[in-house]
């Protein structure tokens, strides 16, 4: 059990950090405000290392990625460009950021619970990952 649910739990963290870092990707143009501009930069760089550390333990351990639902990937992108299309404030790029910041924030903490039998090491980078989220999220008020 604890191999499935390290397994299940690494796998989420990396779906979750494709998904930060393609949602990092579709509006960093969008930016208008410079040091929104670089704190998401600074962000995503955040991601893009953490994303490593959990490509390596893939590979290691030879466990398959998982991609974020295809669905899930869709519907944020349209949401994105629909908003952004009618209102391309920073202000709207920080609330939607914000928003995938907290949704990030609940699926890991929800994954947490319910792999609590994952190894240490795995749930480490899931409280990183959670880490990151927040931080971000707490820096984005700031452009709401």
């Keep these: 059990m604890k191999k499935e649910e390290t397994t299940l739990l690494l796998q989420e963290c990396d779906a979750g950090l494709k998904m930060a870092i393609s949602s990092i990707d579709e509006v960093l143009d969008t930016i208008q405000n410079q040091e ?20 390596y333990l893939l590979k290691k351990y030879e466990i398959k990625e998982k991609e974020a639902s295809l669905m899930a990937k869709s519907m944020s992108w349209m949401k994105m460009n629909f908003k952004i299309a009618m209102d391309h404030e920073d202000s709207t790029i920080a609330s939607l950021l914000f ?33 990151i989220e927040e931080d971000y999220s707490e820096k984005l008020k700031v452009y709401l």
């Design 99 to 131: 928003q995938g910041c907290a949704m990030g924030v609940e699926s890991l903490y929800h994954y947490l619970h319910g792999y609590q039998n994952a190894h240490v090491k795995v749930k480490d980078i899931a409280l990183k990952l959670i880490k």
């Design 36 to 55: 929104l501009k670089q704190l998401s930069i600074d962000i995503k760089n955040r991601h893009q290392k953490l994303k490593e550390e959990v490509d």
